[in-house]
Nanobody, 120 residues
């Protein structure tokens, strides 16, 4: 079995920073793309950022210049550094990863989500 566990969410004031972490564990043979998504109340889940196993990144326009995705391949962990947070960043943040869990068997695994609330 494979598990993704997020941490680092919480309540922060506008303009503040948070760092989210997501660690993958279990039967992992290989990990390719990892990413972060978010879902605000009453809205659809949206892509925040992705990163390949070679470190190539992509960030949504709404977070460019404020959020930075990174990863530690040795730890199968992806991070999201969030700076200059705004109230509209309030959402549940989910990580995902493309993981080979058996020879030639891949799947897209998701974490349970971590709440980020930006409010004064």
């Amino acid at each position: 079995q494979v598990q993704l566990v997020e941490s680092g969410g919480g309540l922060v004031q506008p303009g503040g920073s948070l760092r989210l972490s997501c660690a993958a564990s279990g039967s992992i043979l290989s990990v390719t793309d990892m990413g972060w998504h978010r879902q605000a109340p009453g809205k659809q889940r949206e892509l925040v950022a992705t990163i390949t196993n070679r470190g190539n990144t992509n960030h949504a326009d709404s977070v460019k210049g404020r959020f930075t995705i990174s990863r530690d391949n040795a730890k199968n962990t992806v991070y999201l550094q969030m700076n200059s947070l705004k109230p509209e960043d309030t959402a549940v943040y989910f990580c995902n990863a493309q993981i080979m869990y058996q020879i030639h068997r891949w799947d897209d695994f998701w974490g349970q989500g971590t709440q980020v609330t930006v409010s004064s």
